[in-house]
């Protein structure tokens, strides 16, 4: 049996992104800053796109501007206001210990430029504490920014009070959505969402391409500059396929949004209760505020990057909380963000599952983790140590 379970790393592009992507490849093929008619074909796809998009997270068309995906999209939205944060004399900024790496890689580059950087605790449940940020927010705090969903552990933080703090605050409030756009309902005007992150590939559409969300009277800087595309703020004709299919993927994904992410929750509940059933093993994040695909364990005594490549040759592709597979020995920060200490840390395994799994699925993967988890114990001398007494258990 072969199972998908890393949709989190990505999603396979749906047949009617795919179709979309085709379609304006071969049919709508005109640069879209070009005056004659195929090019103003492509330009009247390419804002349709942009109004589709923006009628289904709550903004105008105004407000979208199309990248390469959603590390470019944070590190866009985190520098420009940097930038005018720095014109006011405001050069602090608040976000959290787990981010993604493109915002924290970015706020260090802003640390090592002289912005002080506070980064609040997400505690055990991976849930930032409303009350800490509102502390934290100074009359020199630029910006906040906090992901809408975490991409290891899937706790999803209460965003529409985090955007409420920020607008009493007077205080910009950006947010990594690129785990959440097109798997929960986003609204960025009911969130109080003043930048917005998205990439396409998350939710079936292509790779290489995504979205930021800017409300209304933020100025961007220019990210590249040599053309009038995207308002003069990104030049470079623009990707139109990738971006049709995008916005294709987008409409898909949340029609009848509720319906189907009950189901894959009820699947993901299963299997977490499945996995429970292993001694000495633990989720990660909270049980309740956590995506709808996401399984997140930790088991101790145990390697996480064996234990992926044993399931792989069990047909299961999965990912860990581990960054040891990327060559780094250094366990997730994510983890270590939580709370797990180092050893535990690195015994950790995400499985993202999407709408094609089934029950049989599940009943297998579990079956597979349970297996390999007691073969790698069998030749652990730290599982050794912890059964002979040498050490103590921790899970």
């Known amino acids: 049996m072969k199972i998908y379970a890393d949709n989190a790393a990505t999603t396979k592009i749906s047949e009617k992104a795919l179709e979309a992507y085709v379609e304006t490849s071969r049919n709508v093929y005109g640069n879209p800053s070009s005056l004659y008619e195929i090019g103003q074909d492509a330009k009247t796809l390419l804002e349709k796109s942009r109004e589709s998009i923006a009628q289904l997270i709550g903004a105008n068309s105004s407000e979208i501007y199309f990248s390469s995906g959603g590390s470019e999209s944070d590190n866009w939205a985190i520098v420009s206001i940097a930038e005018l944060g720095k014109k006011q004399d405001k050069k602090h900024i608040i976000s959290s210990a787990f981010e993604h790496h493109a915002v924290l890689h ?7 430029e002289g912005f002080e950087i506070t980064l609040l605790d997400v505690h055990e449940n991976g849930i930032v504490d409303l009350n800490e940020l509102e502390d934290a927010i100074r009359p020199d705090t630029a910006l906040v920014t906090i992901m809408y969903a975490n991409n290891e552990i899937g706790t999803i933080q209460n965003i529409k009070a985090i955007g409420e703090i920020c607008k009493k605050k007077d205080v910009l409030f950006h947010t990594d959505a690129v785990q959440a756009v097109g798997h929960i309902d986003i609204d960025v005007a009911r969130d109080n969402i003043d930048l917005l992150s998205a990439s396409g590939h998350k939710f079936h559409g292509p790779k290489g391409v995504g979205f930021l969300y800017v409300r209304k009277g933020i100025n961007l800087f220019n990210l590249i500059n040599g053309g009038a595309q995207e308002r003069g703020k990104r030049a470079g004709t623009e990707n139109l396929p990738a971006i049709v299919a995008m916005a294709e993927a987008l409409k898909e994904s949340l029609e009848n949004l509720d319906e189907r992410m009950w189901k894959v929750a009820k699947l993901r509940d299963d299997l977490i209760a499945k996995l429970r059933t292993i001694p000495h093993s633990a989720l990660n994040g909270d049980e309740v505020c956590r995506l709808p695909n996401n399984v997140n364990f930790c088991f101790e005594g145990i390697e996480g990057e ?15 909380g581990s960054a040891c ?8 920060h994510v983890l270590l963000a939580i709370g797990r200490v180092h050893d535990v840390a690195h015994g950790s395994l995400r499985l993202t599952i999407g709408e094609e799994t089934t029950s049989e699925m599940i009943d297998y993967i579990a079956q597979s983790v349970a297996e390999v988890v007691e073969y790698l114990r069998g030749f652990s001398p730290v599982w050794d140590d912890l059964i002979s007494g040498k050490a103590e258990f921790i899970l």
């Open 325 to 332: 597979t990327s060559g780094s020995l250094d366990p997730s």
């Open 106 to 112: 970015t706020l260090d580059k802003l640390k090592a």
């Open 306 to 320: 064996s234990l992926l490549l044993l399931l792989d040759q069990k047909g299961i592709s999965a990912s860990s």
